[in-house]
Nanobody
Framework: QVQLVESGGGLVQPGGSLRLSCAASGIFFSDYTMGWFRQAPGKQRELVARITSGGRTNYENYVEGRFTTSRDNAKNTVYLQMNNLKPEDTAVYYC?????????????WGQGTQVTVAS
């Protein structure tokens, strides 16, 4: 059974920092591109950052320079370090695991963790 479990969310003041973690089980973690998405109330889910199986990262422009994603394949865990948080970063943050192998897609989601940025 595949599980992605996010942790580390909470309430933080503008300009503050949080570190999210996503622990995966039931998958061959190192094969997967790991993504962070977020969904604010009344808005669609949007991509925040990705890290490939080879460690290559990409970020959406609204978090570039403030957020950093990394992975520890030995711990089956991906991280999202969020600095200089803004009120508009308030959302539920979701972890995603994705791969394609021999034409078959595997796509899994965590349950999400709430991040609230407010003074």
């Amino acid at each position: 059974q595949v599980q992605l479990v996010e942790s580390g969310g909470g309430l933080v003041q503008p300009g503050g920092s949080l570190r999210l973690s996503c622990a995966a089980s039931g998958i061959f973690f190192s094969d997967y591109t790991m993504g962070w998405f977020r969904q604010a109330p009344g808005k669609q889910r949007e991509l925040v950052a990705r890290i490939t199986s080879g460690g290559r990262t990409n970020y959406e422009n609204y978090v570039e320079g403030r957020f950093t994603t990394s992975r520890d394949n030995a711990k089956n865990t991906v991280y999202l370090q969020m600095n200089n948080l803004k009120p508009e970063d308030t959302a539920v943050y979701y972890c995603n695991a994705y791969r394609t192998i021999r034409g078959t897609e595997n796509n899994y989601w965590g349950q999400g963790t709430q991040v609230t940025v407010a003074s």
